[in-house]
């Protein structure tokens, strides 16, 4: 397999078909990722405690509780706040996972293993882990600016650029939008396996088929998740 074949996608096609799907994807399931956010970011509450302390601070009960309470102090608009961000973010980060797995992995078939035979599932993790890293280089800003607008308080509210700004002037300076990257390159595992598992499986399941029926692609890419999900520490 010495180069792309007529039916496969070349890299920046992978990358547009990739991105496009996530940006579809985390629209949808969007107020689930700020419901987590909020959870995972507040303070544990003493039984003794009222759902809102003295700061101003909700302690919510659970996932229906914190969205019950976002749409009465927020509106409907209060599950999106961030999305633009988000969305600029889930988009740049797959359309450059998804390229960059394509250009180390031509680059592994052409240079490296120069045989007609797929990538082992080593190899597979390997590549993705590497087309992970870096991917995330060039995106975590992104992720790091959409974090803390999820968690802004309701009049703390501050466009992307906006966000931004406050971070770079914070005692970390530039390199705030970064922060988080060392824990970030030990869970590109993630997206590795994810991936790694769903080009092992599309040969098991679907040998010769370089074109999925779009159940086929779901029932994979849902399998393949769920091996991501039992990996994360």
Same mark, same amino acid.
């Given at each position: ?20 799907? +996530?940006?579809?994807?985390?629209? %949808? ?6 419901? $987590? ?19 101003? &601070?909700? &302690?919510? !009960?659970?996932?229906? &509780?914190?969205?019950?309470? %976002? ?34 992995? !031509? ?5 490296? $293993? $120069?045989?007609? +035979? ?23 800003? %992104? ?13 703390? $509210? ?34 590795? %396996?994810?991936?790694? +598992?769903? !080009? ?28 991501? !999900?039992?990996?994360?520490?």
């Amino acid at each position: 397999m010495a180069a792309l074949s007529k039916q496969e996608l070349p890299p920046w096609g992978l990358a547009l078909a990739g991105s496009a799907g +996530a940006l579809v994807a985390n629209a %949808i399931v969007y107020p689930l990722d700020v419901v $987590k956010t909020r959870l995972q970011v507040q303070v544990k509450k003493q039984a003794h405690e009222a759902h809102i302390d003295a700061a101003g &601070h909700v &302690h919510y !009960e659970g996932t229906v &509780h914190a969205m019950q309470h %976002i749409i009465a102090q927020e509106g409907v608009g209060g599950l999106f706040v961030g999305i633009a961000g988000s969305l600029v973010g889930v988009v740049s980060t797959n359309f450059a996972y998804f390229y960059c797995y394509s250009l180390v992995r !031509e680059f592994y078939l052409n240079k490296i $293993k $120069k045989s007609a +035979a797929p990538p082992g599932t080593a190899a597979e993790l390997l590549l993705g882990a590497a087309a992970g890293a870096l991917a995330q280089l060039f995106t975590i800003p %992104i992720g790091t600016v959409t974090t803390r607008q999820q968690t802004q308080a309701k009049a703390d $509210k501050k466009s992307m650029l906006a966000t931004a700004q406050e971070v770079i002037e914070g005692p970390d300076g530039v390199a705030g939008l970064w922060r988080g990257l060392k824990a970030s390159m030990v869970l590109v595992v993630n997206p590795a %396996i994810t991936y790694g +598992a769903y !080009e092992r499986l599309r040969t098991l399941l679907f040998p010769g088929k370089t074109s999925l029926k779009p159940q086929e692609a779901f029932s994979k890419s849902a399998f393949s998740y769920s091996c991501t !999900e039992m990996e994360e520490p």
